[in-house]
């Protein structure tokens, strides 16, 4: 009665800042497919509330002033030119900016738009990223995200670990539905957490042309209790909660996965290689599924659900260290092993290994890898800590969720199967653990190590292909309601200039340190202003994005061919750090490039390294051997010369 009272006193009392909290969750778009809509937090008030304690105080996604971006912009792209080039493109971007030019008409189109909006960019965004994004999200938009530490091999092992991870999970869950989480920061700047909203009870929808996503919120009245086992390809429901709302203990739930397993003899057909279809495919075939009354139940199971956990069978790949099993966590390792054994729709996707190795995959619309990362961090310590406790009561019996597959359905498996083998054929991985030292080294140096590993990747390029490349870093706007990324550009003059002397025997160890220095204090300084919303991607997209929804022909800025190179992104780069020995990554953003994400822990650091096998340019494991080596270079000299 009381939790039901205090419930309807913060309802009161959101009431009149109703529209930030509603486009903090609504903003994705949710789909109201069976009269379910994601509701605005419900924001509790109470001393250990704390989730939302600054939400409404966070500041809005700014419009950077156009001089300053296209200032900006000109730095950004002159290293990838020759001199010609950037003198016609500097003409280019003077004509554009020019107080008698489109650009300070679309600016201040897009300054009255970000009057209308907590976030300008949030629904452009969503949808140009992800929804109306129509390659599979398998491989090409969902990160795995493999756990460095193998853990007890066999059905025992996997079912006593899986217990232990879905109840962590379970337990994490509860601080979000109480918002007692505490609030992310970045330094004594409080960021948006509505990202964690989401993360539980969602799942992407396939719809022609742009998808739709579900999420069942927290604070909904028939709010989900339940997860989703996926073995041999069969699916089960899994209710996790008691009927006190108390969520089941690792004994409850390994009973009722040694269940499910007791169940099941052979595999059934793959209907989960489904989600890994191209978007408007997998939107044909998806009406189709539902068109059976059991089909529809199980679906609306599936996505209604926390998560989905995946207990693998069996998968032994050759080859030595965790590079083989990456693919394991990304893809399933193809429709032979465990790629069927996956709902790629589902947001978090927790995947159990018979081999000792687990790890997830998440769909990324809702969120970035950080708050999906703490939520396995969580998990992880939990495992560590969780003590053997006897079930308290009889859990609820899993229940399988059918499908009645007919000819078109199950062509449509046959035809999913043979196009993601050939994209697992075609995608190279490789786990980099770099152990000579970690984050605890640049910092000793008084160096930022992101900016110091940033600078490595641009050596280690340079080494492999001998020019500079257009570079993505991920870089974390949550400082503003509804943040999601801005590009941070790691390429720069002062990179540019370090990586070609590093080699070179004429320019001494003491001017390499500077030049090295120097490059570092670029990228710092880039990344500082692109945090605090003052980057150039976003805006220029916004500036596009005005443009085409008012009818006005595309600025010449856009078709020049050095915008095109700048953002032909070969190195597409992430940093997502963990408490845990984790390493998450992707594949490349473009056909010769590289996908990089990494870890850096205080003592060591792992790296995630991806390129296609098909270009004949890249090798992911050229640039982890070259990136190694640059790394080891580079403290070698920083720690045998002194800036001079």
């Known amino acids: 009665m009381f939790a039901t009272q205090l419930r309807g006193y913060a309802s009161r009392f959101i009431m009149t800042n109703r529209r930030a909290f509603r486009e903090s969750v609504q903003y994705l778009n949710f789909d109201r497919r069976n009269g379910v809509d994601a509701y605005p937090p419900t924001i509790l008030r109470t001393e250990q509330a704390r989730m939302f304690s600054t939400q409404l105080s966070l500041p809005r996604l700014p419009v950077p002033p156009l001089e300053q971006t296209l200032e900006k912009y000109l730095k950004t792209i002159r290293p990838l030119l020759t001199e010609s080039e950037f003198e016609k493109s500097k003409k280019v971007v003077e004509q554009f900016g020019a107080s008698n030019g489109i650009g300070p008409v679309l600016e201040q189109h ?36 493999l756990f460095a530490q193998k853990v007890q091999e066999g059905v025992d092992g996997q079912v006593r670990f899986a217990s232990k991870f879905i109840a962590g999970v379970l337990d994490y869950k509860s601080m979000i539905d109480n918002q007692t989480l505490p609030v992310d920061r970045l330094g004594d700047q409080p960021l948006c957490m509505a990202q964690y909203y989401k993360l539980f ?73 489904l989600t890994s279809e191209q978007r408007d495919e997998w939107a044909q075939v998806y009406p189709l599924l539902r068109q059976d009354p059991a089909n529809a139940s199980s679906l609306d199971e599936i996505e209604r659900s926390l998560f989905v956990v995946c207990l693998d069978d069996e998968y032994r790949p050759q080859g030595e260290g965790l590079s083989p099993y990456a693919g394991q966590m990304l893809h399933g390792a193809g ?42 961090d969580h998990a992880l310590e939990y495992c560590a800590k969780a003590a053997a406790a006897a079930p308290t009561a009889t859990a609820e019996s899993p229940t399988p969720l059918s499908f009645h597959l007919g000819p078109p359905v199950l062509d449509a ?12 054929g075609d995608l190279q991985v490789e786990v980099l653990v770099f152990d000579s030292f970690g984050k605890n080294f640049p910092k000793s140096q008084r160096l930022p190590p992101d900016a110091f590993i940033q600078v490595a990747l641009q050596l280690a390029y340079f080494r492999l292909h001998g020019e ?24 720069s003059m002062e990179s540019d200039v370090f990586a070609r002397s590093f080699d070179d025997s004429s320019c001494s160890a003491s001017e390499k340190r500077n030049r090295l220095i120097a490059a570092v204090q670029a990228h710092r300084r880039y990344t500082d202003d692109a945090v605090n919303g003052r980057g150039v991607d976003r805006h220029l997209l916004g500036l596009k994005m005005i443009a085409a929804e008012r009818g006005i022909p595309l600025p010449e800025l856009y078709k020049d061919p050095a915008f095109g190179k700048s953002c032909h992104w070969r190195l597409s780069t992430s940093q997502v750090p963990a408490k845990q020995e984790l390493v998450m990554y992707y594949d490349p953003s473009v056909p010769d490039g590289y996908g990089v994400c990494y870890n850096p822990l205080e003592r060591k650091m792992l790296f995630g390294i991806s390129a296609w096998r098909s270009c004949q340019r890249t090798d992911a494991s050229r640039l982890s051997d070259s990136l190694r080596r640059s790394l080891n270079d580079m403290s070698t000299l920083l720690a045998s010369t002194v800036t001079v």
């Open 413 to 424: 498996i046959e035809r999913a199967k043979k196009k993601l083998d050939g994209l697992i």
């Open 468 to 491: 500079p490349c257009a570079s993505y870093e991920s870089g974390s706007i949550r400082r503003f309601q509804l943040g999601r990324t801005e590009t941070i550009r790691s390429c």
């Open 110 to 145: 897009l300054v009255e738009r970000s009057k209308k909006h907590d976030n300008w960019l949030a629904e452009w965004w969503l949808r140009l990223a992800y929804l109306e994004y129509r390659l599979p999200v398998t491989i090409h938009s969902s990160p795995g995200l």
């Open 335 to 376: 429709s032979g092993f465990n790629s069927g054994n996956r709902w790629f729709d589902k947001t978090l996707q927790f995947i159990i290994g018979r081999n000792g190795f687990n790890g997830l995959i998440y769909e990324h619309a809702p969120a970035e890898g950080p708050p999906v990362v703490a939520v396995t």
């Open 201 to 273: 009870g969602a799942c992407r929808i396939p719809k022609p042309q742009r998808d739709g996503v579900i999420c069942y919120a927290p604070d909904q009245p028939d709010r989900p209790d339940h997860i989703v086992v996926v073995y041999k390809n069969h699916f089960f429901k899994l209710r996790v909660y008691d009927e006190e709302e108390r969520s089941l203990n690792p004994s409850q739930i390994e009973e009722q996965l040694r269940a499910i397993l007791g169940r099941v003899e052979t595999r059934a057909p793959p209907v989960g290689i």
